[in-house]
């Protein structure tokens, strides 16, 4: 089958990637300028960063606003199954054919400069943004946020920082206070954000630049508190309280993605309707997703089948307590991560939950972490582990032994976008 022809610009584009990274946003604003600079053009932003919670909390902001008759942009990273899903145009996925004569207009203006992979799809989707009329654009950071290319915008309606934890350290330092600067870096002077749940040493360094930045903080535990309560979700600021069902997207983590979602939209002037759509109408695959169609719950006959994309140590953390909230059933892992994550630091909250772990390797994945090593990390962890050349072997393995188990897929997005490809 023919790739599209949005696939085959994108590999021409990454040919041109630079051998050293540069940590400024020189080639983004150099290639905006012979673009006639769409992040001029664009709707109000709301900038989203953070390491964990920035797409649910993003598809809960998303979900609010839409409620309330508002036409949304979103720009999120990276994609599952295929890239459009990264930009969506007032509620729709970008079109084939949209993306790629937007992505050819780039190409073109850009030549053979050396220039990234996430700066080109960037400044893709900041032009088609600034081409089709929306009232918001939720805009999340791909990496950081000092010198991520989203941070291109100059003075955003409202800022937000989910919860700040250790990932990418080989690209965001090694302390929490390093990476919590990164993420901070999206602040802008006299701009509102909104501060989900933080380590101390984290929201000290938000603070201080907000400081510096005279950019009103809302933040977790002081400004806005959210909690559980008799299965609904309670919300309070000093505009009042606020009870509300509990998000449809499973876990007690959600609860605090909620909060920020429910305080962004109230710092915008949105109403409890709105809130409520924010927790009962959001989609976002992939975060502890249930699957109930497709050939492999098809394989997996009587035994549930579940995805999440998770990826670091807090991500582990929030997926066993998640698990440890659904009805009790014999539990399975098949697993495979990226070779730049902190493989131990994942697996050892879910040996909670879970007794084994079938490692796999990513398909077509260069950076995937061989499955041997990610069984070595498993066993050293405590799980019976063992390894499956296919998340499909290890489906039917796990079903042979224990027909009514329940499978969770598990480790990565990328790995999470194949299932979800091969499950179409």
Known sequence: MTPPRSDIILERMMALHPKIIDLTLDRMWALMARL?????????????????????????????????????????SPHLARFH????????????????????????????????????????ALLAFSRSPADW??????????FDATNVIDRPALTVITPVSIDHQQFLDDTLGEIAGEKAGILKHGVTCVVGPQPDEALEVIEARAARLASPLLVHGQHWHVWEERGRLVYQDETGLLDLPMPNLIGAHQVHNAGAAIAALRRLGLDETACEAAVTRAHWPARLQRLRSGPLVQLAGSAELWLDGGHNAAAGAALAEALSRLPPRPTHLVCGMLKTKDVSGYLRPLRAVSDTLHAVSIPGEAATLPAED???????????????????????????????????ICGSLYLAGHVLRENA
């Open 374 to 408: 990610t069984r070595k990390a498993a066993a050293g962890a405590g799980f019976d582990a063992r390894l499956a050349a296919s998340v499909s072997d290890a489906i039917a393995a796990i079903r042979t032994t224990q027909p009514d188990a329940r499978i969770l």
């Open 85 to 124: 899903e990264r930009i969506r145009l007032a509620g729709t996925l970008i079109s084939e054919d949209a993306l790629s004569a937007t992505l050819d207009e780039v190409e073109k203006a850009n030549g053979d400069t050396p220039i990234t992979y996430f700066e080109v799809t960037t400044i893709a």
């Open 137 to 146: 654009l939720l805009l999340e950071v791909g990496l950081g946020g000092q």
């Open 36 to 76: 006639g600079h769409p992040e001029r053009a664009l709707p109000p932003v709301i900038h989203i960063a953070g390491t964990n919670g920035k797409g649910s909390t993003q598809a809960m902001m998303r979900a609010g606003l839409e409620a309330a008759g508002q036409k949304v942009h979103a720009y999120t």
